[in-house]
């Protein structure tokens, strides 16, 4: 069984300011790490994601992530928010089951709230 | 711009009424998942199918929820009787190959009062 804790359940930045949105995992065997967001009444999409290789990854709207397996972390960033990043953010992990991917495993989800 | 889509949108019902949402996933995706979401609990996952075939329902509660998908182009949820801690959003999400991208649908909103 895999859990996940995303230690800040609110973040508030002030625009252009960088932001750090920290996320714990546990897991018995090997996983896959995700970033999903979520804005006001939509469902949730896809920011970056990580499976093998680099440990850095980069995704979308300028966000970027950094696996530390010793420490067993995945904390995504963004050094410079827009308003438009205010969101909540989920971090996830998946595990390998049945030829794929099985469903996700989420954190409780960080609200960002970014200030003019 | 293919997307998943959920009906309906939101469902409104009395409790011991029967529930069913549906989703159709992306053409030619073949890992369709449900989750639900609630101020409480967070997403959890409910269950979910590859090439139609289920591989996980343990998140479900089993006496009164099912999941099928009848065809490759739909998947359904089915509360029967419905509960007021059933109120939640209920997402599917779609998935092609390994599954390891998901995409999400809007979502479903059910108030059961």
């Known amino acids: 069984a895999q859990s996940v804790t995303q230690l800040d359940s609110q973040v508030p930045v002030f625009e252009e300011a960088p932001v750090e949105l920290r996320c714990n995992y546990s897991s018995s065997v090997s996983v896959y790490l995700f970033w999903y967001v979520q804005y006001p009444n939509q469902g949730l999409q896809l920011l970056l994601k990580?499976?093998?290789?680099?440990?850095l990854v980069k995704g979308i709207n300028g966000f970027e992530a950094e696996f530390n397996k010793s420490q067993t972390s995945f904390h995504l960033r963004k050094p410079s928010v827009h308003i438009s990043d205010t969101a909540e953010y989920f971090c996830a992990v998946s595990a390998l089951a049945g030829g794929g991917a099985d469903g996700l495993t989420f954190g409780k989800g960080t609200h960002l709230i970014i200030q003019p | 711009d293919a997307r998943v889509t959920q009906t309906p949108r939101h469902k409104v019902t009395e409790m011991g009424q029967e529930v069913t949402m549906r989703c159709q996933p992306i053409?030619?995706?073949?890992?369709v998942f449900w989750y639900r979401q609630t101020m409480m609990q967070g997403l959890e996952l409910l269950a979910y199918?590859?090439?139609?075939?289920?591989?996980?329902d343990s998140g479900m509660p089993k006496d009164r929820f099912s999941a099928e998908m009848p065809d490759a182009t739909l998947a359904t949820l089915k509360i029967q009787p419905s509960e007021p801690r059933d109120s939640a959003v209920y997402f599917c999400?779609?998935?092609?190959?390994?599954?390891?991208?998901?995409?999400f649908g809007p979502g479903t909103r059910l108030t059961v009062t």
């Open positions: 199918f590859r090439n139609r075939a289920p591989l996980d």
């Open positions: 999400a779609s998935g092609a190959g390994q599954g390891f991208k998901q995409y």
């Open positions: 053409l030619g995706h073949n890992t």
């Open positions: 990580y499976l093998s290789g680099s440990t």
